[in-house]
């Protein structure tokens, strides 16, 4: 264990601190909880809303409804604006909401920028003009879990006040610290929030002295080197326009491998918009196709894991995940061995999906 | 990053959800946070106590305090049992104080079994006697952060209804696990616990079906791995006895040391009576000698880190931890170095503490 | 450092001595030596010859024929039976010529299983069968180093004499180590052979009492350590048999997508007998395409390194290495790789290889 | 695998190679062997020496005379200069042999700089004086194994001809690498050396145009990336003189407490002379007392390997090791860890020789 005082760590945690604000494109304040992306969820609650406060979640997928439930908890009104797990939130259903909130009841607004599980990505930059144009007092909270580091996102030009992220999807390091930064809207509810808990009081972490006032005792020690080490790797790359755009070139591969796949009953895309699929993982849809099967012919042999599932269609659901570190050779392999369990499987398949993948690729070298 | 719904992480985490009892000795309900001691600190607050509700701070120094501070961000009112920073809660204050609380106000008595800053051991198992013997409905919660795996402590046997723990010091796993154990009357008070918020909230954790429902949200997949080789090299060892032995001569090697240096004007023991020293660390007083300066020389002519401080006496006292995976070469390397650093600097010292310390450590040879 | 006298580098020091002999299929006399491939050939040598001894090497690429310049460092007289680097050693060859040698002149036979610049697989079973039958004096001597856990090999049944490998490719362990394996007719040799150098002398090895005996000095600790987890990797797959089945069909992959590429301009394999391509490693010819391009868009664009050259023919050849440590996604990413670089060259290119080798690799599924 | 051909590892070898002469302070010719030390005497020898040329070996301990038993295997004629393993070589006695070898028959001297059995330390800048003011042909070859590193040594200016070291003590990387240095007579008599073997052939190594010429054959990739690191930290510290300036200061501690300890029938130097006792490792006669026993209540109580031995006295000698990386904290420890163990058998000791290497130590603080 290094000194928490003085020396090294005290370096590398000042370096990834004043590094935060730049991950998210803001001069807002970042914090760093030791927690999975809920406790980030959760720090973001705490430190703005009171019970008896009501939230508009934006349903479209899994996440956003969960962090709803989240808040629920503490006694906070939830209310859902139904959406669709195969495509995005809808601006325009947005706006006439707001619009209709003539009370201005809703304090604040849940979304996520990517939806794990059913892959969209919502247009967070035309959703805060929505909340801007509305004049509305509702803070926009967005959970880039899935997408930072993936996906472009700009918290302070698209008008967002709260973005939270984990570890361990676009950042490459493993799960443990979760992100949370604040813009100044966010920073004046703080000022009545009534929901505060000690663990996650912004104010301390705020006005912090010492290292371990930062994050509310003990550092996260290994993780904050690891964190350094992601973050002087996104420099190497060239920077985060650099990043996302290698995301862009990998996703494109992956769809072109879905889209040649595509039969009627066969495989599809979860998300059936073109503007609105991620760049950091893709949901396919496998119509008649077992996507246990699929799962278990990869994991069998090829040691290759599939994630499968989607609330309500586990058994013909499958997703690949294309965050994070990775190259064209890891994401063209993956396709090739998801074509060669298809085809062991004797599912119905258009042509040649990594064929067209490597096409993609091809334009990029 | 490994699966985490099937295969190797999933036995992982249950392997160590099913031996976390054992560390506490107790047959109730075991969470582990991913957060530092604090955050399990939250965890028992949130999950047992409401706004309006009275807790009752034992003072041994300063992290019960802290603990009290948590509390009062929540709305629940604290009372401090003053105490000293040089010596245990006494027991029968304690006694006293719940007799004089006849309309049952006082909802939890926090307390540390070992104040890391003071050094102090309070006596657990006659705390949860007075508190057993008063009848009172008094939720006993004990921070064992820098006791657990060092210091005897036996949870059911002693009557304490929630403790708490994290993995960085006896466990000797990096800092980003807490642990919080649950007895019976701490699962009855979360029946109508307020303050509940989701993060930590013990009913789906309880119910868990998947292992992100235990973590709520993504697991600490290393952290996780790293647990489990603590607790496999806690039984090669023989288990916790034969750890908790190993802790006591290796204290008793730290103390023969502080003692043999004892003068009146310089060095001397923090906490006064030899009953409630540590068997984790010992904070040493250093009189007219500068824990400055020995840190300074230690640092830069050694390489050995010495913590320095207490509240209002950072320039007069130095702490030596003695917890964890440590053996004694580490432990008299540590006091041989302090003990020339005390010769550098001139500082008065009454005979050879590493001497002493050796003596100690021949009869367990 | 551990102990090297006992306790646990003893144990692991004994672990794989013991096994090494499974690994070449002998019971013969296994060496280690702290080295590179190189330095097991040199042992080899040392240990058999004398000055003035002829050797005979067959030559079929360029490792054998390097061998054998080592050899003529040391006085032996070194005669080369001229082969291609397009293809294997001829067998009736080899038994006219030895049929020829009617005194018994030659000492030895250097000949290479696999060679990895060409990466012809030589049929090492007839070759043992044509030294056998012709009752020869001749050592058979076969280096493994790129084959040995890729590809069969029978040590004692095939009538080899002695067998060379070493650690770093189809064993998975970091460069640092060289295996021998002697036969009877080998220790025979020995005991009048004029070249011994005492660092890589058998007889002290052979009856090591001491670790560091069977290392002429200090041990490679931290290499030993390596090579027992990869002894127990392949013990968990299923022994060298099922090893030796997924190298079959990764190579087949590999094939099916050269085959595919092929044109009679542009790529096309360096072997020419599909009999005769190893299973550890594919060189293919690029025709009027530059390797070196195809090299460079691979690094650059996709952090794929490709191993380009071959003595005289360095611009229009590279290598595909499959041996050791992968699994159908890492061949399929490399494969898909290649056919992309090979699209944004313009290259000439019959059909899909990646889709040819996802075909492969249904079937195994 | 790194790409050995162009890259990180291309850079990594150059930066070593580049940094091998400051080691051994010399403008002469560096090369590394994979190998352990015995490795490195091997290519000395091979590379300067001749079948019926003889080597004076100059007898302090052990090594010297089984670096000469290695020359004997290749046919070279050895003759011991008797020493004492209690002693250093005699500069003298080593002048009045060249004086009488009248028609320079001596090839080579072969001696050590530190015996890490005996833990002599002899006097190489005498020894060099005495062989250049002979004006004897012979090449003056050093084994630094054990303190290269630990101990000042100066290659050049004591004329020193060949210098060998090895990775796995003072440079702190571990074993798997040796190292040979050649000055302008050794590269001389390379030309018309007889024993020359291709796997050590000097020629290839330094006239190396890739990577792996300069290790005759794959370079040892993993070990290459330690010794750099190594050499960084050795320039980290303020660089060879810094270095041994501490460890002059640990061996003083050491030394220290010996002498505290030491008793008439109990525990003594080994090497009477005080001049003469290495900076490296300490060998300390135990009289009276079993040195077995004394590792035995170190090994099972403390966790401390304790080395025994010395080749006619194993149960009367054990050794402390005092090289590479370490600091007061770590030899402290294990000084009070054996006087611990020396009390507890109750072994007859002076007086306390912690206490006197505490003092040691407070001087450098």
């Not at 909401?97 to 919502?122: G, P, Y």
């Not at 992601?230 to 995301?247: F, T």
């Amino acid at each position: 264990m290094p000194n928490i005082y003085a020396g090294e760590l005290v370096e590398v945690s000042q370096e990834v601190l004043a590094g935060l604000g730049a991950l998210a494109r803001t001069a807002g304040q970042g914090f760093i909880t030791i927690s999975n992306g809920h406790g980030a969820w959760q720090m973001a609650l705490c430190n703005t809303l009171s019970a008896g406060d009501k939230v508009l979640v934006c349903e479209s997928g899994r996440f956003a409804v969960i962090w709803g439930e989240m808040a629920a908890v503490s006694g906070v009104q939830v209310e859902v604006m139904a959406g669709s797990d195969r495509g995005p939130v809808d601006p325009e259903a947005l706006a006439a909401r707001l619009a209709a909130d003539v009370n201005q009841e809703i304090a604040a607004i849940l979304i996520v920028q990517t939806d794990t599980a059913s892959s969209v990505r919502n247009d967070i930059e035309r959703i805060g003009q929505v909340v801007t144009d509305s004049g509305h007092r509702a803070l926009l909270m967005v959970d880039c879990i899935a997408s930072l580091g993936c996906e472009r996102f700009e918290m302070d030009a698209w008008g967002v006040d709260i973005t939270i992220a984990s570890s361990q999807k676009g950042l490459m390091v493993p799960p443990g610290l979760g992100f949370c930064w604040a813009g100044p809207r966010a920073l004046t509810a703080y000022e009545s929030a009534g929901l505060r808990v000690g663990h996650f009081d912004w104010a301390p972490r705020m006005n912090a002295e010492a290292v371990y006032q930062n994050y509310n005792g003990t550092p996260p020690v290994s993780h904050l080197f690891g964190l350094r080490e992601s973050m002087r790797m996104i420099a190497e790359e060239g920077g985060l326009e650099a990043v996302w755009a290698r995301h862009q070139v990998l996703a494109d591969a992956v769809r072109a491998a879905v889209q040649a796949w595509s039969t009627p009953d066969g495989l599809n895309f979860n998300i059936t918009s073109p503007d609105h699929r991620s760049n950091a993982v893709t949901a396919v849809r496998t119509g008649s196709v077992s996507s246990v099967e699929l799962q278990e012919r990869c994991e069998a042999g090829a040691g290759l894991t599939l994630g499968i599932g989607l609330a309500n269609s586990a058994e013909s659901t499958f997703r690949i995940g294309h965050m994070g570190h990775l190259n064209p050779p890891s994401i063209l392999g993956t396709l090739a061995t998801v074509e060669a369990a298809l085809r062991a499987i004797g599912a119905p398949v258009g042509t040649s999906g990594i064929s067209a993948a490597a096409e993609v690729i091809s334009k990029s070298l």
